[in-house]
Nanobody
Framework: VQLQASGGGLVQAGGSLRLSCVAS????????LGWFRQAPGKEREFVAA????????FYGDSMKGRFTISRDNVKSTVYLEMNSLKPEDTAVYYC????????????????WGQGTQVTVSS
């Protein structure tokens, strides 16, 4: 499975961004896809995850209410809509996939995409 992330950029605090992650290849082996982020000097942090079938979602605590993960099964694409962005949301965001939603949430990742930089200015 190959994952291609895009949509990062520079935004002012309070603004919004939408990240996209396109999955290709043997996508049948990845039943769930999610987003992680890593800021300089910090550990990687779980952001959100979604199951391809049924659309069950799960969010990291600090993202609830501000971030929304969704998927388009026809386009094999998962989106991360980020609203009310804060400077502390600045990080490299990575998409990731595994065979189960619980695996993504726990960080047991089978496939990683490249990162996309999100920078939120104050």
């Amino acid at each position: 499975v190959q994952l291609q992330a895009s949509g990062g950029g520079l935004v002012q605090a309070g603004g919004s961004l939408r990240l996209s992650c396109v999955a290709s290849g043997r996508t049948s082996s990845s039943n769930a896809l999610g987003w992680f982020r890593q800021a300089p000097g910090k550990e990687r942090e779980f952001v959100a995850a979604i199951r391809w079938s049924g659309g069950t979602t799960f969010y990291g605590d600090s993202m609830k209410g501000r971030f929304t993960i969704s998927r388009d099964n026809v386009k094999s694409t998962v989106y991360l809509e980020m609203n009310s962005l804060k400077p502390e949301d600045t990080a490299v965001y990575y998409c990731a996939a595994s065979g189960a939603l619980g695996s993504v949430v726990s960080g047991t990742i089978e496939y990683w995409g490249q990162g996309t930089q999100v920078t939120v200015s104050s």
